[in-house]
């Protein structure tokens, strides 16, 4: 079992930053994926990024140059730095743990990020 426990989501004007973490527990071990899905209100959950335990990225075309996801494998946390924000931006975001054993998706209780001025 994996636990995902999300953090760091709030308010934001247009053009501001934030940060996002989600600490995960249990059993983390082997190659696996960590990131970050999000859901806006009437739309169906969309991927984001997402890195490896090898640390390959991966970022929906949207955010490219824009965020950036990185993990402490010491803490068993994973970030997303979310810069130049966008009202487009606002939804509910969730942590993701993939094994690559087993391609089974672990997803945290999320956390709501809106972008408004």
């Known amino acids: 079992q994996v636990q995902l426990v999300e953090s760091g989501g709030g308010l934001v004007q247009p053009g501001g930053s934030l940060r996002l973490s989600c600490a995960a527990s249990?059993?983390?071990?082997?190659?696996?994926?960590m990131g970050w899905y999000r859901q806006a209100p009437g739309k169906q959950r969309e991927f984001v990024a997402s890195?490896?335990?090898?640390?390959?990225?991966d970022y929906e075309d949207s955010v490219k140059g824009r965020f950036t996801i990185s993990r402490d494998n010491a803490k068993n946390t994973v970030y997303l730095q979310m810069n130049s924000l966008k009202p487009e931006d606002t939804a509910v975001y969730y942590c993701?743990?993939?094994?690559?054993?087993?391609?089974?998706?672990?997803w945290g209780q999320g956390t709501q990020v809106t972008v408004s001025s």
């Open positions: 249990g059993s983390i071990f082997g190659i696996n994926t």
């Open positions: 993701n743990f993939r094994r690559f054993s087993t391609q089974y998706d672990y």
């Open positions: 890195i490896s335990s090898g640390g390959r990225t």
